[in-house]
């Protein structure tokens, strides 16, 4: 079974930095995708980035281009979202998630595990 294991999440003022990581077991994802998403409180879940596991191919919200990197290391199965210029706006649940297939989508539906989810607050 997959299970995916977010941690980092915290509070920081405006204009600071975080950086999330998802550790993946239970398979070999040399053919995935993984995904960062985020819900803010009364809102829907959002697509943040996504990095194709073999190659590190990347996709990012306009919203947060420029401002947040996604990345992963092979050898540990593990995916990180460094965020800086951290603004109010950006608090939010962080979910990482994987899709099974090598494509870079927006869309949560095509992704088929998440992990729990961390609370990043940023404080104005």
């Known amino acids: 079974q997959v299970q995916l294991v977010e941690s980092g999440g915290g509070l920081v003022q405006t204009g600071g930095s975080l950086r999330l990581s998802c550790a993946a077991s239970?398979?070999?994802?040399?053919?995935?995708?993984m995904g960062w998403f985020r819900q803010a409180p009364g809102k829907e879940r959002e697509f943040v980035a996504a990095?194709?596991?073999?190659?590190?191919?990347?996709y990012y919200a306009d919203s947060v281009k420029d401002r947040f990197t996604i990345s992963r290391d092979y050898d540990k199965n593990t995916v990180y979202l460094q965020m800086s210029s951290l603004q109010p706006e950006d608090t939010a649940v962080y979910y990482c998630?994987?899709?099974?297939?090598?494509?870079?989508?927006?869309?949560?539906?095509?992704?088929?595990?998440w992990g729990q989810g961390t609370q990043v607050t940023v404080s104005s």
């Open positions: 998630a994987l899709d099974t297939s090598p494509r870079l989508t927006t869309m949560s539906s095509t992704y088929d595990y």
């Open positions: 990095i194709r596991w073999r190659g590190g191919s990347t």
């Open positions: 239970g398979r070999t994802f040399s053919s995935s995708s």
